[in-house]
């Protein structure tokens, strides 16, 4: 029997009643061709009775101990069948029309991942699209990502099953999850291709307890060092510079200067973006994201969606 288009999976730790609203965006897809595989990473909020109120043969279930996001990707995946792999998180939601538009994209496709714009929402009048723009076709992965406001965000991407099932999510490196795991497939010789129409919402609301939010800067050094042989060195440096500074600038201001002036002085980052990376680590992520998210609802800094009464700018800020 042949298995779905899609596989979509969604890990989810203690957010039983934001799951629903996941769920549901993916069951009025206006493209049906999928499963649903969710990992309850030891949630103590009982998510199994949400799947299981959906009554749904395409929603499978399945427990693990708590491991984090990168070990719950990795357990659905294993469980999938579909041809191509959809993550969404717990907390996010597919735009109606996003299965469809990277079944158009994919269908006659090998090796290519496609991914699409999210719609970030932080509350209020701060929404804005990200990325501000698609990976180059001559262009370095780790580079765009590390040296660049590159994204390609987890929400969004669609991925080879196969591909995929071998390159795998790491599984001890939450703040570079994503980051990680489109260098690595590109590692492995695929193609990236960029929807400009957002795909997804992105609820970006603050929350320094969220896993993204996590410190883990020894953790993404040691990434990088294993990575290092694998990728530019200005992709290495400037991952050092940008990063892994936000990532210890706490507890080491100096060393994040250090770093942060050494990608500086290599021409890792053009120089408008340069001011912008300072302004990120020494305002810290509260102080950075206050003034970011002020710019975008009073200044409509930000890349808009067509039909926004508000102009479109160039996205620097957010």
Not at 33 to 47: L, M, Q, R, T
Not at 121 to 147: Q, S, V, Y
Not at 281 to 299: E, H, K, N, Q
Request: glycine share 8%.
């Amino acid at each position: 029997m042949t298995g779905p288009f899609f596989s979509v999976i969604i890990p989810v730790y203690n957010r039983a009643p934001s799951l629903r609203t996941a769920i549901e965006s993916v069951r009025a897809q206006s493209c049906q061709d999928f499963e649903i595989v969710v990992v309850d990473d030891g949630s103590n909020d009982n998510p199994r009775a949400v799947v299981e109120s959906f009554d749904d043969p395409r929603i499978h279930f399945v427990a693990q101990p708590n491991s984090g996001g990168g070990k719950a990707r990795n357990t659905a995946m294993d469980r999938a069948c579909g041809r191509f792999i959809a993550p969404l998180d717990s907390d996010d939601v597919f735009l109606s029309h996003h299965l469809a538009s990277m079944k158009t994209l994919l269908e006659h496709t090998a090796g290519t991942v496609g991914y699409a714009r999210v719609r970030v929402d932080r509350g209020g009048d701060c929404i804005f699209l990200k990325p501000p723009r698609a990976i180059r076709p001559d262009e370095d992965m780790a580079t765009h990502l590390l040296c660049d406001r590159g994204f390609v965000p987890t929400i969004t991407v669609v991925a080879p099953r196969d591909v995929a099932i071998r390159v795998r999510y790491a599984e001890n490196l939450r703040p570079a999850e994503d980051t990680d795991f489109a260098i690595r497939l590109a590692l492995a010789g695929c193609r990236f291709h960029m929807l400009e129409e957002a795909g997804a919402v992105w609820n970006d609301g603050f929350d320094p307890g969220r896993v993204s939010a996590g410190r883990g800067g020894e953790k993404f050094n040691t990434w990088l060092e294993q990575m290092r042989p694998h990728i530019p060195a200005r992709a290495y440096h400037g991952g050092r510079g940008w990063a892994y500074a936000k990532l210890v600038v706490r507890d080491r201001p100096f060393a994040a200067l250090r770093l942060f002036l050494g990608a500086v002085r290599r021409g890792c980052y053009r120089p408008s973006l340069a001011a912008i990376i300072f302004l990120q680590i020494f305002l810290g992520r509260t102080g950075y994201r206050r003034l970011a998210d002020r710019a975008i609802s009073w200044l409509h800094i930000g890349l808009r969606e067509r039909g926004d009464k508000v102009p479109a700018r160039k996205l620097e800020q957010a």
